[in-house]
């Protein structure tokens, strides 16, 4: 399915425009990308985790510090086979 195509159904289904949806996407999408570098930051140790939670909120930095340590054990594990 091409973006296209996924903007022509997202439009028929929820009767909004496709300005409006595209518009939706963008600001989705940029709170992502902002939400993943403030969080590589923190895993970088740029920033502290306290702010790391006050711009992302807790769940965000928890998941991030969760995923690390998961990463950390399979590397670990495949280190020492």
Do not use: H, P
């Not at 909004?16 to 140790?45: D, F, H, M, P, T």
């Not at 054990?73 to 280190?79: F, K, S, T």
Request: proline content about 0%.
């Amino acid at each position: 399915m091409t973006i296209a195509n996924y903007l022509a159904s997202l439009s028929e289904t929820t009767k909004e425009s496709e300005e409006k949806i595209l518009a939706q996407a963008l600001e989705v999408g940029l709170r992502q990308l902002w939400r993943e570098e403030v969080l590589a930051r923190y895993l970088r140790n740029e920033i502290t985790r306290d702010e790391a939670m006050r711009l992302v909120g807790a769940k965000w930095v928890e998941l991030a510090e969760e995923q690390k340590k998961a990463v950390l054990e399979d590397v670990d594990w495949a280190l020492n086979l």
